[in-house]
């Protein structure tokens, strides 16, 4: 099955547990466990000493809110991206939230996950 075939809402389900399991292990710094469902070439790709650093110097990265405003979705090709509106705790403002999901030998799993 191909991910964009899903309807909006099957998708959502899906996407907001992996959003907060990102922030929730953003916030508490646990590279292993933020990494556990990218697909696997993202997961090559991911410098962990550069993940690492992110980690323990960004300020947004460690105090993102819990609560995320789900934005829509885009599809295309064999992916979708899920977009949120994401606050931090110590920081005001709002920022734009994206996450990237397709299948992997029949899984869904994390192609790319950023906040600009």
């Given amino acids: 099955m191909n991910i964009i075939e899903r309807t909006d809402e099957e998708i959502q389900a899906i996407a907001n547990p992996l959003w907060r399991e990102l922030v929730k292990n953003s916030n508490e710094g646990r590279y292993g466990e933020f990494v556990k ?6 997961a090559l790709a991911m410098d962990q000493v550069e993940a690492g650093r ?3 110097s960004s300020e947004l990265a460690r105090n993102l809110a819990d609560d995320a405003d789900y934005l829509g979705i ?9 977009l949120y509106r994401q606050r931090c705790t110590t ?9 990237v999901l397709g299948y992997e030998n029949e899984e869904v799993r994390i192609f790319g996950a950023s906040i600009f």
Avoid at 37 to 42: D, G, H, K, Y
Avoid at 74 to 82: D, K, L, P, S, Y
Wanted: glycine share 12%; proline share 0%; aromatic share 12%.
């Fill in 91 to 99: 920081k005001q403002g709002e920022w734009l939230g994206r996450l």
């Fill in 37 to 42: 469902n990218f697909a696997n070439s993202l």
């Fill in 74 to 82: 885009i599809r295309r090709g064999e992916h979708v991206t899920v």
């Fill in 54 to 56: 992110q980690f323990a």
